[in-house]
């Protein structure tokens, strides 16, 4: 079962008042890394979409091109 509405559920105080000064993380070189290699995912995944649309665009044409010529024959 899914759980009851009276059920009394673990609450997370996330404690997002105030300010943090984010100099550490952005000055490390972990943190540059995992930027980095993160682009680089990002950058493949579109090239490999880019060059995947071409393809079908193609292989759309070619089976239109086999339908029209099976039609006429």
């Known amino acids: 079962m899914p759980g009851r509405p009276m059920d009394i559920t673990a609450v997370i105080d996330l404690q997002l008042e ?3 000064s984010h100099s550490d993380m952005v ?3 972990e943190f540059h890394n995992i930027l980095v290699q ?10 490999s979409f880019d060059v995947t649309e071409v ?3 193609e292989t759309i044409l070619l089976i239109e091109n086999r339908l029209k010529r099976a039609a006429f024959q």
């Open 55 to 57: 393809l079908l665009d």
């Open 38 to 47: 993160k682009w680089w995912i990002q950058f493949d995944i579109l090239g």
């Open 18 to 20: 105030g300010t943090w």
């Open 27 to 29: 000055a490390n070189k």
